[in-house]
């Protein structure tokens, strides 16, 4: 079974702080993706990357950055957190063979930026 | 209004009906996939339909597709009480950046 890791269920910051959130996926897909998920609003996508050292806006990338330098796994970056970054993080990942596109989640990272 | 809303918003049914959710879209598609998500939990992906398809089984769920109409719907027969839950449709879109895009899901709650 194909399992995506994050690391942590439940975070707490400050504004202004740095924050990290790290995925891991174990299957060797080449496709990870970043959402954010908020009541009202759905899943929206931050960032995703098809490949190592590629990456690719989503719908919503500002006051985000991500990073992929190795093919099983990939960073979120707060820069500078905010209040209105509180939210549900989900990660994800997919693999371009056999054309499929369906979406393996991780557990979520609930971020409160305080 | 988005690409994949879903319809209705909430959904309340005693343990052993069944449920029906609808979604529908606007763009091209490639296919539909529908997801569930317990709840404070991650997505789960539960069954995938072609564009070229018309129905899709997989044990107690059934989906339907309409292009022509924009729209599928979600049937799960024979309700459980695990299967409550919020489930939410997503079109992977082909005109552009081809991507999934999640519509804002359907709350369902089974009662015993």
């Known amino acids: 079974d194909v399992k995506v890791t994050q690391s942590s269920r439940y975070l707490v910051k400050r504004t202004g702080e740095k924050v990290f959130l790290e995925c891991v996926q174990d299957m060797d897909h080449e496709n990870m993706f970043w959402y954010r998920q908020d009541p009202g609003l759905g899943l929206r996508l931050i960032y995703f990357s098809y490949d190592v050292k590629m990456k690719e806006k989503g719908d919503i990338p500002e006051g985000y950055s991500v990073s992929r330098e190795k093919k099983e796994r990939f960073s979120l970056i707060l820069e500078s957190a905010s209040t209105n970054q509180t939210s549900m993080y989900l990660c994800a990942s997919s693999s371009v063979k056999g054309g499929y596109k369906e979406q393996y989640f991780g557990p979520g990272t609930r971020l409160t930026v305080t | 209004s988005q690409q994949g809303e879903e319809d209705p918003q909430a959904l309340s049914i005693q343990e052993g009906e069944n449920a029906t959710m609808n979604c529908s879209y606007k763009t091209s598609i490639n296919n539909l996939q529908w997801y569930r998500q317990n709840s404070g939990r991650g997505l789960v992906h539960l069954i995938l339909i072609r564009s070229n398809e018309r129905e899709k089984h997989s044990g107690r769920l059934r989906v339907t597709l309409d292009t022509s109409k924009k729209s599928s719907s979600l049937l799960i027969t024979a309700s459980r009480a695990a299967d409550t839950a919020s489930y939410f449709c997503?079109?992977?879109?082909?005109?552009?950046?081809?991507?999934?895009?999640f519509g804002q899901g359907t709350r369902l709650t089974i009662n015993p």
């Open positions: 997503a079109t992977f879109i082909i005109q552009g950046a081809q991507k999934l895009v």
